[in-house]
DNA sequence: CATTTTTTTGTGTTCGTACACATTTATAAA
DNA sequence: TTTATAAATGTGTACGAACACAAAAAAATG
């Protein structure tokens, strides 16, 4: 089992004092030739590493970092991530790591960019946010750039130069999985249906991946004959237009909904009682779990929303306080559920 | 945002020194009743906590930790998990944590007993292991018991006072999840069987728990009418016997193989040209992987075993450096594999 | 009241790193 | 050679907690 060398031990071995080794690890200048050869041959002969408990008391800095997220009021899609920043707020204070979580309307860009100024003005270490709305996002983006402050991004990716931080799931990939399902669950032949349910915000991004996927599983396979139908429903007509397709579409047997909303189609299909239609959707919300344990949904994908938000603090705490090298965009396996392996998901 | 105190700072407060507030929290006794209540009382309003990086560097303890696992030469399921200790090496090192992996063979008993008296004569700090074998387990387990080496184990759960840490998964469950799948893929009525491949070692246990969790979830579908068989394989007949079963039983529609050899099971199937019957088994070897996106293997449960040697050390490390508090019993979520999410669980 | 004993409180050092500042050595200019 | 200047090297202290030891205050004894 190996030595711990510190600093000292390498000056000593050097023949210099420990200020020597000092700024030859940090390369500030101001030593000889000779020295700068010797210390660094000896430095990666030993695989010298800095203790980073020492480093970091010394160092001794309080971060602040600040959380936007989607306030969970509106979209309870988003109220596991609170459980998951309050377990990275709880983890990590003891590492002098404050974290102000800050919530903005999905609904609304204002309250995105009021949000965003609201933590620009207090100038916090770093940001961890989701970029719900692509245009506002880049532009908000730029301005932390300009501060200096560093972001990092979960559940939606965005497209810039300036962030490289991300911690999410591939949603092509996701469609292509509710498509697998879908496709092994069928006893008979018959369509499928994408079903996207109130999309008046900008979320789009996010759906059409997931529909691309859904469709290229079966652009693979020759002996798929039958179609892929789409179908965009919106409240508050949302049950009578949804009837209306089924009326009008019999040959059904799958249905993937492409957000954590399946509930509410389950709900209608229940009452029909069309019983050889499969459904696949997102999230485990309480009224989607309660469906799949009923068997009314055969399968939720899992996005993890919990785990994304505690890693992307997690991570971006690695990075700042214990130059860990963390992979800039990180995808997070996609968990498939049923109604056996709900259970530890749900805590977790 | 809040301050963060030090024991300088509650000193200050409370009118006293450093020392005497030191003694207060370690309560090492030698202080006046006043100064006792006036500091606990701060110390409570303040909510102090230790900083955790300052008294980890006080401390300055190496740590050694031994991690006893099956070889991969002999069962590459267990492959993964040196990935997984690699990491937390990597990880753990500028922490002062060495980590020493010892294998034994899962084939033999005499040698785990062995390789555990090794690395009682090195005397760790702590142990990792994978307690494959009960009785002799809980042998070498009340041994650590007494010279004070702390205990966490991994994969496999064994019943026993003296330790209580355990990261792995729900095997009952994992026969449940097994059921309910190859019950959905079902394209037509038939028969299920239980395939037990190679039992020679006593991972019995192991075994025993998935057949219970698969049997239980028909147990309760009232509408099930076919029956469960089992089926016990060995090495080297284990092709002839396999054939012999499969022409005596017509009405498969499903099999179940309750470890990582499903692979197998698989190449069998494929070349028999029985098509419709699913196949569902365990872990991302890469023959079974290759199988699943063949399609001959429709789902895979995967034990994750890298993740399990991995968080088993890590936590195990956050209780010893960081007085984390750890859950006795981690079971991990049991994950469901298709050919479409098996990519990031491979790196991961 | 003086002295001893016990109890309580305070001080100083250490852990390894980082950085400011002091000191020494080498080089250039007088 | 002497002095001025730059380059290189060394020293000391802080971070916060932990603990050994010194010091002071309180209590017990004569």
Redesign the pocket.
Known sequence: MKKKY???DIAELAG?????V??V??NR????K??LERITKLLTEIDYE??LI??N????KVYDICVLMPDPEVDPYWSPCTDGIKNAIIELKAFGVNILTVLFNPQCTKSFLNENENIQIMLPDAVVLVPLFNKESLFVLEKYEELGIIVSTFNNRINSATINKFVGQDLFQSGRIAAKLLYGLRKSEGDFVIIHIDEKYKNAIHMQEKEKGFKSFFDESLKFKNKILTCKLKHPNFESQFNLFLNEHKYLTGIFVTTSKVYQVAEIIKNRTQHNISIVGYDLLPENVAHLKEGTIDFLIHQNPKQQAYLALKYLVDFLLFEKEIPNELLLPIDIINSENVEPFMGN
């Open positions: 510190t600093i000292r210099v004092s420990k200020g020597t000092d700024r690890i940090h200048g101001k030593v000889s000779k020295a800095p203790n020492a480093r008391l010394k160092n001794n």
